[in-house]
Every structure is written in structure tokens, then in C-alpha cells.
């Protein structure tokens, strides 16, 4: 078995998860994971099978959001494009970004559609260098919820803002814009929040981690990372950040910016991460976008 990690804070590597996977299926480009309440292990990805559900051991649930057609070739005839973020609410709602419909999407746990922010397949104002505010959405990334319900979306691959909306759905802010200083961004990649309500932006060209308020106030930055691109808030209190440079890993800090635990490269099990999230015993899964046949998967680390 493989051990990652340093410090107190290590992992192991599970190889067979998931061991119950349906014949014939495969994770294609897994962009996404997040867990519920139930431990229950929600996988994103860019194929005809676009959700995925497992429990902790890795048996298969069941899945939605396929293609009208079960062909890979035919999958944007489904209900997404490019799947990208997910994100788990309080109350076990599946919120979803794709960035080639321009979309973010809230579901139930077995899929109904609740609300769609955005204009389908419409990508509204690119990136601007003046300080002016795109509105939504030109490929968000993820998005996340406040304690007050409120949606926090990263509006990441154009247009370089993040958008505030209320819980039913009504703009209420945005702010950001392009460039590498504070509060500015080359990409916002994904977003993650603190148990206090900070807001963390993976700047992923900037290769640093933004710390910002939620009307975005710049707080702090952490540089030890090499090209950021999503986060975990574990139940210990920690921030768990997926890093997609070279050697990609994932770093581990306290929110005052402490490196508590790290491990990187491919001897470490892990070849494109790109989402991470965990389960209430604190185990890891790992979404992957790699190579075909070894990189397009979601890794288990078990903790120690």
C-alpha cells in the first residue's frame, strides 16, 4: 500500500476503490467529488454516465444526468456539457457548474433540477482589465454556499468575478477582475469557504490561494502551492488544497496559512487531480482528469 502525507496527518492509498464499478463503465475526465451527509460519494465527470454515486466502500448507487444517447461521442446531447465543480449543501443539495453551458445547476440527491442560475448556452461579457464586473456567467467554475444560504460562484475561466446570489436565486453582488494583484485573478479555478465565511479562490495561474470576505476584501494569500485547483474544508478544521502544477499533490493548512501535510508526484497515486473531498472519517477522494485508461479516476486515500 502507499502512504502519503507528512507530519501527524497521513493517508493510504485504497487501489480498489471503487471495486463495484458497472461493466462496460469507466470514469471519463472525473472533475468533480463531494460527499453528503449519508457518506454518500458524488462523482463528476465529462462522460455519458456524467453523476456517479457510492457509498464509503465503493459500491455503485446509481447515477444521473445521461446523455439522451449512450454514445461518448454524443454526450453534449445530454444535461451537461463540461461538467466542472460540485458542491455539497447543508441540506444535501447537488449544486453543479458546467463552463460550456454557462450554467450552474442545484439538484436533489437523485437528481431533479431545482434551479438554474445563468443563460443556457449563452456566455455573457468576457474578462475585462478595467475593473468592470462580467455578469454571469462565462464559464463559472464552482460555487458555494454561505451560512445564510446565499450562492457564492466562482465566474472563473472569462470573466474573473465572483457572483453573490440569494438563496432564491436574485444577483446581489460581484466583484474581481483580471490581473496578479490582490483581489485580482489570472483564473479562478474553483472556490472553496471557511467555517467563518472566508472565501478561498484557486488562482490557479497566479499559483497562489486567495483569501478574501465574502464582498471581497482581500484578507491573506498562501504562495506555497503550485498551481491551485480546488478545495476541501475538512471536519478537523484543516483546508485540504488539490494542486495541478508540476508534481502535482495536495497540501494541507491550517487558515492561518501553516503547512500541516503534503504529498506530490506520481509515486503518490495521483497523476491529474483536479477536486478533492472527504467523508465524515476523514478518508479522501481524489477526482482525476489524466490520461485515459490510468488517470481519468477518483482515488481513495484512507486516513491513518
Request: proline letters at 5%; charged letters at 20%.
Given at each position: 500500500m502507499t502512504t502519503v502525507g507528512t507530519g501527524n496527518l497521513k493517508f493510504e492509498l485504497d487501489p480498489g476503490w471503487p471495486h463495484d464499478m458497472p461493466?462496460?463503465?469507466?470514469?471519463?475526465?472525473?472533475?468533480?467529488?463531494?460527499?453528503?451527509?449519508?457518506?454518500?460519494?458524488?462523482?463528476?465527470?465529462?462522460?455519458?454516465h456524467p453523476i456517479t454515486i457510492w457509498t464509503t466502500d465503493g459500491d455503485f448507487i446509481t447515477s444521473w444526468g445521461e446523455a439522451s444517447c449512450l454514445d461518448p461521442a454524443d454526450r453534449y446531447n445530454g444535461t451537461f456539457r463540461d461538467p466542472h465543480g460540485i458542491y455539497v449543501g447543508p441540506d444535501d443539495s447537488i449544486w453543479l457548474t458546467d463552463t460550456q453551458t454557462h450554467t450552474v445547476t442545484k439538484h436533489t440527491r437523485l437528481g431533479e433540477k431545482l434551479m438554474e442560475l445563468g443563460r443556457r448556452d449563452y456566455a455573457n461579457v468576457a474578462v475585462s482589465q478595467t475593473g468592470d464586473h462580467g455578469l454571469p456567467?462565462?464559464?463559472?467554475?464552482?460555487?458555494?454556499?454561505n451560512d445564510s444560504g446565499q450562492i457564492l460562484v466562482s465566474d472563473g475561466y472569462a470573466n474573473r468575478n465572483v457572483h453573490t446570489f440569494s438563496a432564491n436565486g436574485e444577483l446581489l453582488d460581484s466583484w474581481g477582475?483580471?490581473?496578479?494583484?490582490?483581489?485580482?485573478?489570472?483564473?479562478l479555478h474553483n472556490i472553496g469557504i471557511d467555517n467563518v465565511g472566508r472565501i478561498y479562490i484557486a488562482d490557479r495561474p497566479n499559483s497562489r490561494v486567495q483569501i478574501l470576505e465574502q464582498d471581497g476584501t482581500f484578507v491573506s494569500e498562501w504562495t506555497d502551492v503550485i498551481n491551485p485547483g480546488a478545495f476541501w474544508y475538512g471536519h478537523d478544521g484543516l483546508m485540504y488544497v488539490v494542486e495541478q502544477g508540476q508534481p502535482t499533490g495536495v497540501s494541507v493548512?491550517?487558515?492561518d496559512g501553516e503547512l500541516v501535510s503534503r504529498w506530490r508526484g506520481p509515486e503518490n497515486g495521483m497523476e491529474a487531480p483536479h477536486?478533492?473531498?472527504?467523508?465524515?472519517?476523514?478518508n479522501l477522494y481524489i477526482a482525476e482528469i489524466g490520461l485515459e485508461g490510468h488517470g481519468q479516476r477518483v482515488r481513495k486515500y484512507v486516513r491513518l
Amino acid at each position: 500500500m502507499t502512504t502519503v502525507g507528512t507530519g501527524n496527518l497521513k493517508f493510504e492509498l485504497d487501489p480498489g476503490w471503487p471495486h463495484d464499478m458497472p461493466e462496460g463503465w469507466e470514469f471519463t475526465l472525473a472533475s468533480g467529488v463531494g460527499v453528503n451527509s449519508r457518506d454518500e460519494v458524488y462523482v463528476f465527470s465529462r462522460g455519458i454516465h456524467p453523476i456517479t454515486i457510492w457509498t464509503t466502500d465503493g459500491d455503485f448507487i446509481t447515477s444521473w444526468g445521461e446523455a439522451s444517447c449512450l454514445d461518448p461521442a454524443d454526450r453534449y446531447n445530454g444535461t451537461f456539457r463540461d461538467p466542472h465543480g460540485i458542491y455539497v449543501g447543508p441540506d444535501d443539495s447537488i449544486w453543479l457548474t458546467d463552463t460550456q453551458t454557462h450554467t450552474v445547476t442545484k439538484h436533489t440527491r437523485l437528481g431533479e433540477k431545482l434551479m438554474e442560475l445563468g443563460r443556457r448556452d449563452y456566455a455573457n461579457v468576457a474578462v475585462s482589465q478595467t475593473g468592470d464586473h462580467g455578469l454571469p456567467f462565462n464559464m463559472p467554475s464552482g460555487v458555494v454556499l454561505n451560512d445564510s444560504g446565499q450562492i457564492l460562484v466562482s465566474d472563473g475561466y472569462a470573466n474573473r468575478n465572483v457572483h453573490t446570489f440569494s438563496a432564491n436565486g436574485e444577483l446581489l453582488d460581484s466583484w474581481g477582475r483580471a490581473g496578479t494583484g490582490p483581489g485580482e485573478f489570472g483564473m479562478l479555478h474553483n472556490i472553496g469557504i471557511d467555517n467563518v465565511g472566508r472565501i478561498y479562490i484557486a488562482d490557479r495561474p497566479n499559483s497562489r490561494v486567495q483569501i478574501l470576505e465574502q464582498d471581497g476584501t482581500f484578507v491573506s494569500e498562501w504562495t506555497d502551492v503550485i498551481n491551485p485547483g480546488a478545495f476541501w474544508y475538512g471536519h478537523d478544521g484543516l483546508m485540504y488544497v488539490v494542486e495541478q502544477g508540476q508534481p502535482t499533490g495536495v497540501s494541507v493548512f491550517t487558515l492561518d496559512g501553516e503547512l500541516v501535510s503534503r504529498w506530490r508526484g506520481p509515486e503518490n497515486g495521483m497523476e491529474a487531480p483536479h477536486d478533492i473531498a472527504g467523508d465524515s472519517s476523514g478518508n479522501l477522494y481524489i477526482a482525476e482528469i489524466g490520461l485515459e485508461g490510468h488517470g481519468q479516476r477518483v482515488r481513495k486515500y484512507v486516513r491513518l
